[in-house]
């Protein structure tokens, strides 16, 4: 599965679909695989979950790949790629 972390999950109101977000360390195939690797487990899961919690239905779990946190390096990385170029630039007012 590799180095997975969870990041988030939504439940639906009748609380039989759980959508559960995970973040991956490593390159897109390896975070796919690990998508799909906890996809697999999804059946094993969702019967560990109905038995600790006694619910009156099995919710249903579906993994997620979370690519917020890559978005916002990304978005950082830019912005001071930005910032960087704006301090090396003199201003025209200055002499």
Same mark, same amino acid.
């Given at each position: 599965?590799?180095?997975? +972390? !969870? +990041?988030? =999950?939504?439940?639906?109101?009748?609380?039989?679909?759980?959508? !559960? *977000?995970?973040?991956?360390?490593?390159?897109? %195939?390896?975070?796919?695989?690990? !998508?799909?690797?906890?996809?697999? =487990? =999804?059946?094993?899961?969702?019967?560990?979950?109905? %038995?600790?919690?006694?619910? &009156?239905?099995?919710?249903? !779990? =579906? *993994?997620?790949?979370?690519?917020?946190?890559? &978005?916002?390096?990304?978005?950082?990385?830019?912005?001071?790629?930005?910032?960087?170029?704006?301090?090396?630039?003199?201003?025209?007012?200055?002499?």
């Amino acid at each position: 599965i590799g180095f997975v +972390t !969870i +990041t988030g =999950a939504t439940v639906s109101p009748d609380l039989r679909n759980v959508r !559960i *977000f995970a973040s991956v360390l490593g390159d897109s %195939k390896a975070r796919e695989e690990s !998508i799909e690797a906890l996809n697999n =487990a =999804a059946g094993f899961i969702r019967r560990t979950i109905f %038995k600790s919690l006694r619910l &009156r239905h099995s919710p249903t !779990i =579906a *993994f997620r790949l979370d690519e917020s946190l890559e &978005r916002g390096d990304r978005i950082e990385r830019v912005l001071r790629r930005i910032h960087e170029e704006e301090s090396r630039v003199p201003d025209d007012g200055e002499e």
